[in-house]
């Protein structure tokens, strides 16, 4: 039987400030199934951000499992979790996070220089999956020749080109006006269809999260509804 993408079970994050404890995610039990498109939503400092963290792996929880890929994280060396993290999260951020006076083939390629794949092969790469997101025209360009939208989805051909379980993309619209949001949603919804990543998205914007097959609302650093559509 095949494990899940990601399975968090009664995971908590609490957080030291000035000799205080600040929880920031309290016992939350959630399983991103393969395949899956998911919308995390919720008010700041719900949660949202620290639960993505998390999943992703960029940050261990205080309390609770993570499992990765049926891995549990906890007995992971650091150099074990980037790893395992290069093989099965995508992360695309609202920022965009391209290094900026490299090419759009060369920012994409870049997770494939921890797979140890020699440049040929990762620039190969590279370019199908621009061409893959739209942009096979694009590969010479730096990101300040490029509008907001097309940034966006060079950092979703770069998340996506390692080929992971599950992409975990933390308020990807957030910078882009509302027709260019939409056309990044529709390619999100797009790959996730015909790749079978899982997608889990995070948002504040109830019309984001509505189109998402499952909404799990946060408040407060806990899950306080879980629907499918």
């Known amino acids: 039987m095949t494990a899940p993408a990601v399975e968090a079970e009664r995971m908590s994050r609490t957080y030291r ?16 199934e393969r395949g899956e498109y998911a919308a995390v939503v919720g008010p700041s400092g719900s949660g949202k951000s620290t639960l993505m963290h998390l999943l992703g792996g960029l940050d261990r929880p205080t309390e609770g499992r993570l499992r990765l890929d049926g891995r549990d994280v906890a007995g992971l060396s650091p150099a074990e979790l980037a790893r395992l993290r290069n093989e099965v999260i995508g992360f695309v951020f609202q920022a965009f996070h391209l290094l900026p006076r ?12 921890y797979r140890g794949l020699g440049a040929r092969r990762r620039r190969a790469a590279a370019a199908e999956m621009l061409d893959r997101v739209g942009l096979g025209h694009r590969l010479t360009h730096r990101p300040n020749q490029m509008s907001g939208g097309e940034q966006q989805r060079v950092a979703i051909a770069r998340a996506l080109v390692t080929g992971p379980s599950v992409l975990l993309a933390d308020e990807p619209t957030g910078n882009l006006d509302s027709a260019t949001g939409d056309a990044v949603l529709r390619l999100l919804e797009e790959l996730n269809a015909e790749s079978g990543v899982a997608v889990v998205l995070v948002t504040h914007d109830r019309d ?9 609302a946060m408040r407060d650093g806990r899950i306080v509804s879980d629907e499918r559509a």
Not at 102 to 113: G, K, R, S
Not at 208 to 216: G, N
């Open 208 to 216: 984001v999260a509505a189109r998402a097959r499952r909404q799990i």
């Open 17 to 32: 400030l000035e000799g205080l404890s600040v929880p920031a995610l309290r016992e939350v039990s959630v399983t991103v």
């Open 102 to 113: 490299t090419t759009a083939v060369e920012n994409v390629a870049l997770p494939l220089v």
